[in-house]
């Protein structure tokens, strides 16, 4: 079980490093560039949802992004706070840039 952070946009090496190594029992954090993955109706949303990973979004990010109210029905928004509730539930992390 692992928290993984993507900050890293869809296509980039990053995001298809992280999309290998996703799977369940795992979470997926998107952050920073890393909220494009969210969008719903698009390949790298399907992407995140057959890894079967639980999927966070980083609330702030997204409503900076403009896409807060454009992201699939199966991501969790999340703040500051619910971020750090997910540290301390998942002892084990990768950050994916």
């Not at 699939?72 to 997910?86: C, K």
Request: net charge negative; charged share 20%.
């Amino acid at each position: 079980m692992v928290l993984h952070s993507l900050s890293a946009a869809p296509g980039s090496n990053a995001y298809r490093d992280c999309l290998q190594l996703l799977g369940k029992g795992d979470a997926l954090l998107l952050l920073a560039d890393g909220v494009y993955a969210a969008l719903a109706d698009t390949q790298a949303y399907l992407d995140i949802l057959n890894s079967g990973a639980e999927l966070y979004l980083l609330q702030p990010d997204a409503a900076a992004a403009g896409i807060l109210n454009d992201t699939g029905e199966r991501i969790t928004p999340v703040d500051f706070d619910a971020f750090a509730e997910l540290t301390e539930r998942f002892v084990k992390q990768q950050a994916w840039y």
